[in-house]
């Protein structure tokens, strides 16, 4: 015999089977309007999936009496490729330095030399010449 704790029973149970089928089958199919129009309206976004996430920046660095650019802006985490291209012949320049990143590099004149770097973290990174002179920055950006 069915007494009213059992109705009870039963309609709760009906009311879950219920709320699964709504949430599994109508909430489930149901795009997110909020979701997408954020990513169609950011050019961020948009610019971030046409390159490969994972490979390397590559920015070329002019070497002639100084750097050019002498600042880059960079995402954290991301690896880089710094491309040195030395046109001088000065003692000064012959080298760059990395000190976060303990790299020491010999550049020849009027050849292009590649460091490779993975700034870990947002902050600002320099790197100079040999002697601290030049002076060149990397500003890391999350
Ligand atoms: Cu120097």
Redesign the pocket.
Known sequence: MINGTDWLVIGAGLAAISWVNWYFFLAGRTPVPVAMSVAASSPRSTSSMEAAPSGPTEHTIVVDGGYSPAVLQVEAGRPLRLVFDRRDSG???E?VVFPEFGIRKFLPSGKRTVVEVTPPKAGRYDF???????RGTLVVTD
């Open positions: 003692s000064c320049s080298e100079t010449c040999g002697m601290s002179m030049l």
